[in-house]
């Protein structure tokens, strides 16, 4: 587990609680600041960090173990399982309800491409 919170949450985001806590443990794994084994705090530690429900960061660990990015050990805590792989999951299930939404709203392939590559050079990517 790294010495300083690898999570905060920013309480003037519309992004709700636990999936900040989600994405920002993704993205810790994906810069390499929590690699594989590492040990995420118990759910009631950084929820009392965090200032929020044991239930939300539990949500957060749950969603996180769904997506094959950690794994929970009983006794042993929860622990990062994440490398490429895992995160290349994550990303293909985020890609996959994006097509779904734009295919439900009638956008055709290439317009969903064209909106995905204007998004990701607005983020700098």
């Given amino acids: 587990m790294p010495a300083e919170p690898f999570a905060s949450l920013d309480a003037d985001s519309g992004v709700p609680p636990y999936e900040q806590v ?27 960090e965090l ?21 929970t050990r009983g006794r042993a805590g929860t622990v990062v399982a994440a490398g490429p792989d895992a995160l290349r999951q994550e990303a293909a299930r985020h890609a996959r309800a994006y097509a779904d939404a734009v295919t439900a709203l009638g956008v055709g392939a290439e317009d969903a491409l064209a909106l995905v590559r204007a998004a990701l050079t607005d983020t700098g990517r």
Avoid at 25 to 35: P, Y
Avoid at 51 to 71: D, I
Wanted: net charge positive.
């Fill in 22 to 48: 989600r994405s920002q443990v993704l993205e810790a794994v994906r810069t390499g600041r929590l690699v594989p084994g590492d040990r995420l705090p118990p759910v009631r530690t950084l929820a009392a």
């Fill in 51 to 71: 200032g929020l429900a044991a239930g939300t960061v539990a949500r957060a660990y749950r969603e996180l173990e769904q997506a094959g990015a950690v794994e």
